[in-house]
């Protein structure tokens, strides 16, 4: 079994910043995909960014060059940095992760953008 517990969420202006930060439990956590996802109000779920056990990233064409998804594994975490945002990136942000055949969600935390 993994919990995952984000936090960092908040209100910022447009062009602001904020990190988030997702640990999780479990000895697992270094052969874990890990992920984050977002779900504005009334929209579905989508896909953020992953980061692989091996370090490989990706992430959505939306958020290319503005977010930066990391791991530390001494610290069972995985990060969000999200770097000039948009108000159309307000939205719950959801920690996913991957791990022998098992998926694994957290609570989320709600991150607005003013204009």
């Known amino acids: 079994q993994v919990q995952l517990v984000e936090s960092g969420g908040g209100l910022v202006q447009s062009g602001g910043s904020l990190r988030l930060s997702c640990v999780a439990s479990g000895r697992i956590f270094r052969r874990a995909s890990m992920c984050w996802y977002r779900q504005a109000p009334g929209k579905q779920r989508d896909f953020v960014a992953r980061i692989i056990s091996a370090g490989v990233t990706s992430s959505a064409d939306s958020v290319k060059g503005r977010f930066t998804i990391s791991r530390d594994n001494a610290k069972n975490t995985v990060y969000l940095q999200m770097n000039s945002l948009k108000p159309e990136d307000t939205a719950v942000y959801y920690c996913?992760?991957?791990?022998?055949?098992?998926?694994?969600w957290g609570r989320g935390t709600l991150v607005t953008v003013s204009s």
């Open positions: 996913n992760a991957n791990v022998l055949g098992s998926t694994y």
